[in-house]
Structure formats: structure tokens, C-alpha cells
């Protein structure tokens, strides 16, 4: 067992824990990032980095080279609704350098950013290093136990952050107190081939017949999202694959033969979503943020984006506080304080979209009636700034504070 001492600990390399690792090396805070996997590449994560995230990477002088990697632009959000067609935002309405969502695949996201942070001297990242527990003395958390290649090790530091997603053990190992928000909704994710000029195009949501199907365009491929009744995967195993491409054609005509893909219940990947939040984010010695301390609804496609912003919120608060030792309580409760308004209110309007509007979509059986928001929307296109604005820029968007060191 060997021993390394850290001023930060960040267990999880997802969006918040790679950008907290670079923003604190590039402050001068000797950082580690632990990330259990051996590389970024993980299927179906989500991907739609918003505007608010790209002024972020602007203020970094990062944007042109985030713009290189492999995105899509998607500039309006919509959908079909049983057999009205909507728009829902515009994002073109926002006045800012980047008024669209770049639908980047996480890994190149991650990949891109931690090729930046290691510019850095303070910052090293470990991969293939999964966080098994915490080290406690006198009630406080000094640092983790990791499971390496090499074996086991333990990683002392002032401050573990848990970046570790909705699963968290930091936090489970933290026992910290979790409020979930219950959820009436499920995935189903499965991939389907595109051709060159393919005349199917990528779709916000496709309702009808008691499902929703999302496409999103990967460039080379399709990746379609089912969203099903919380619970009702075993239901529609039951039923077979065969009715499952039906009604998957059903919901989606123009899928056409491209269903048969589906060739069993192999090519289709369960996600469970979950909607909570700690009502405690840190205990003395460690700090959860990100999906580890409120995993968010799919809806709206903020998770990535909120990580994020965590993480800019933990920088600024947090890195001389951590120049200096370790961070008193106080300062990690300015992290949650700062951060856990904007993380109620978007909560607040997924779980009000997913019960009151996506829900019962799927319980009907009957031909599906536009609601009034959305027959609004069409109607009047000014308005489609509000949904652009709150998802595109969000509650409380960080700016950045914590110093870049190279430049003091
Ligand atoms: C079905 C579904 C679709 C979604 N679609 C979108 C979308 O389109 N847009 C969007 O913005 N958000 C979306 N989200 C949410 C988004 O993926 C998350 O909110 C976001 O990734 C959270 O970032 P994070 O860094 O907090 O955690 P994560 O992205 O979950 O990253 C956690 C990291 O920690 C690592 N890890 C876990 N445990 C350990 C350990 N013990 N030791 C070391 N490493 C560990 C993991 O391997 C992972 O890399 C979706 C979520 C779901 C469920």
C-alpha cells in the first residue's frame, strides 16, 4: 500500500471531475483525478454541451479548440407530438457567441479537456483507479482507497471531491442523506445505422402510441432513445423483440426496415433514470458535486451542463481555501449554498415535464391532443427564447474566478 498526499482528491473523470482537476492545477492546487475506466469511452452518456458550458470554455480561450472536435449543431428543438409538429426553442433567439447546443460524444469532451489540463503540472490524472472507500480519522475523511492495476492504494489529501455520478460510493460510503425526487420514466437506448445524405433526421421527440422516441444524430450512426413507463422494460421483454420493432415503427413510421437492426434485447441498453439530490453535499474532509450530489432527469439535457457548473462554483470557492490547507466547513457549505438553487429549480421543471406532460403521453392510448404551451409555442416563435434560454444558459450560470496561475 502506498501513500500519496494530495491537496485534492477528485474520485470520477465524467464532465464535473475533469473540470474541477483542470481548473484547480491551472490555479496551482496539486490535484488528482481518479477515473475507474480505463479511457472516456463509454456508450450512451449524454452528450449536448450548451451555451452556457461553451462561454465557459470562451472565458478558458478554449472555444475555437473545443469547436474542432467532432460536434453536431443543433439550433432548434422540437419534435412530433402524435401528429402535430412543434418547436420548442430556439436557440438562435439568444444573444451569445455560440446560440445553439453542440452535441459532442462525451468521450471527446473528456478527452479534450483533460489533453488540456495535463498542460499542467499540478494536475495528474489516474486511470484505471476505482475508489473503493474513504480514509476517516477523528470523523473527518483524509483521503481514499483505490484499486489500481498495481494493487491496492491508499491517496491522502485535504479534500476529496466525489464526481462519481449517480451512483456514488463516495457519497454512500459518506452516508450522506439523499432525497429522491421519484421518477415515472425509463430508457431504453439502441443504435441504428445512418447512410450518407440519409433522408431520416434527428428528431427532439417522437410521441405517440404510449411511447417516446428522441434520435440523435452521431455523425456515422443513429442513436435512438425509447422512453418508456418507469418499470415496464420487463413488461415489454415479455412481449418480445418482434413487437417491440413493431411498435418502435409505430411511434416512429419513418424508422422504416431500420428496426430490424434490433436484433435482440442485446442491441438495447436499459438506463434507469433517477431524479434526487443530497440535502447535505460534503462532511468534514470530502465535497460531493455533480450527478454524485444531484442526479438529473434527462429532460433538457442539462446534466452535463450542471456538472459543469459545479465544478466552476467548487473552483472559485474552494481553490485558495485549498492553497492554504484544508477547506473549513464553512467553505464547503458556500459550495452547496451557491450551487443548490439552481440544482432545485431545474429539478423542479424536469419533474414538472416528466409528470405532467411526458407521463401521461405514455399512459394514453388515445390519439394524442397537443397542449396548450406547446400549440402556444408554434404560434407565437418569440417565445421560444424562454425554453432556449432556461435550457441553454439555465438557472445561475457560473463564471470563472479561480486564477489561471501561469498568468499571476
Ligand atoms: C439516459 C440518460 C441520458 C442523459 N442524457 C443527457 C444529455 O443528453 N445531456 C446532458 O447534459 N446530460 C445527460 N444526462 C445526464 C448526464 O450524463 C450527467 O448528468 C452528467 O454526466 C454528470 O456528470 P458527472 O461528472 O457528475 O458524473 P458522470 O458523468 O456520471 O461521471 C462519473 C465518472 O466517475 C467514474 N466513477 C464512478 N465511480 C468511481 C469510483 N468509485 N472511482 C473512480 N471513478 C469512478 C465513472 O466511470 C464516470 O466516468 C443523461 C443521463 C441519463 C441517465
Redesign the pocket.
Known amino acids: 500500500m502506498s501513500e500519496i498526499q494530495n491537496r485534492c482528491c477528485v ?7 475533469v473540470m474541477l482537476g483542470y481548473l484547480l492545477a491551472r490555479a496551482g492546487v496539486a490535484v488528482t483525478v ?4 480505463k479511457d ?1 469511452f ?1 456508450d ?5 454541451v ?1 451555451p452556457s458550458t461553451m462561454q465557459l470554455m470562451k472565458q478558458l480561450g478554449l472555444l475555437q479548440y473545443f469547436l474542432q472536435q467532432p460536434h453536431q449543431v443543433v439550433e432548434t428543438v422540437g419534435g412530433v407530438y402524435g401528429n402535430y409538429s412543434f418547436q420548442l426553442g430556439d436557440l438562435r433567439t439568444l444573444s451569445i457567441d455560440t446560440p445553439y447546443i453542440a452535441l459532442m460524444p ?1 468521450w471527446d469532451f473528456l478527452n479534450f479537456l483533460s489533453s488540456k489540463a495535463k498542460a499542467y503540472p499540478e494536475f495528474s490524472l489516474r486511470m484505471e ?4 472507500g474513504v480514509i476517516e480519522r477523528e470523523g473527518c475523511v483524509r483521503g481514499v482507497v483505490v484499486q489500481t492495476p498495481a494493487g491496492e492504494q491508499q491517496i491522502e489529501a485535504d479534500l476529496v471531491v466525489a ?8 457519497r454512500q460510503a459518506a452516508a450522506l442523506p439523499l432525497k429522491d425526487l421519484g421518477v415515472p420514466i425509463d ?1 431504453l ?1 439502441f443504435r441504428l445505422s445512418k447512410t450518407q445524405n440519409d433522408p431520416l433526421k434527428a428528431v427532439m421527440a417522437n410521441i405517440n402510441y404510449g411511447k417516446m422516441l428522441i434520435l440523435l444524430d452521431r455523425q456515422d450512426y443513429f442513436q435512438a ?1 425509447l422512453i418508456i413507463r418507469k418499470g415496464s422494460f420487463a413488461e415489454l421483454q415479455q412481449q418480445g423483440i418482434e413487437q417491440f420493432r413493431h411498435s418502435l415503427q409505430q411511434v416512429a413510421p419513418q424508422l422504416g426496415e431500420r428496426v430490424q437492426e434490433i436484433r435482440g434485447w442485446d442491441d438495447v441498453k436499459l ?1 434507469t ?1 433517477q431524479v434526487n439530490r443530497l440535502l447535505q453535499w460534503w462532511r468534514p474532509g470530502l465535497l460531493c ?4 450530489a444531484h ?2 432527469s ?1 429532460v433538457g ?7 459543469v457548473q459545479d465544478a466552476i462554483a467548487t473552483a472559485n470557492l474552494l481553490w485558495k481555501p485549498l492553497t492554504k490547507g484544508k477547506p473549513r466547513l464553512d467553505d464547503l457549505n458556500r459550495v452547496q449554498a451557491r450551487r443548490e438553487f439552481a440544482v432545485k429549480a431545474t429539478q423542479a421543471v424536469q419533474v414538472m415535464v416528466q409528470n405532467h406532460s411526458i407521463a401521461p403521453a405514455l399512459e394514453s392510448t388515445a390519439p394524442l391532443k397537443p397542449p396548450f404551451l406547446m400549440r402556444l409555442l408554434k404560434a407565437v416563435p418569440i417565445l421560444r427564447v424562454i425554453p432556449a434560454y432556461a435550457a441553454g444558459i439555465g438557472v445561475r450560470p457560473e463564471r470563472i474566478h479561480s486564477p489561471d496561475r501561469a498568468r499571476l
Request: hydrophobic share 35%; charged share 20%.
Open positions: 474520485v470520477g473523470g465524467g464532465p464535473a471531475g481518479l477515473e475507474k475506466h472516456f463509454r450512451f452518456r449524454g452528450d449536448t450548451h462525451q483507479h476505482e475508489a473503493t464526481c462519481d455520478g449517480r451512483h456514488s460510493r463516495m430508457v437506448w432513445g438506463l433514470v458535486i455533480g450527478d454524485a442526479a438529473m434527462p439535457g442539462v446534466g452535463i451542463n450542471l456538472a
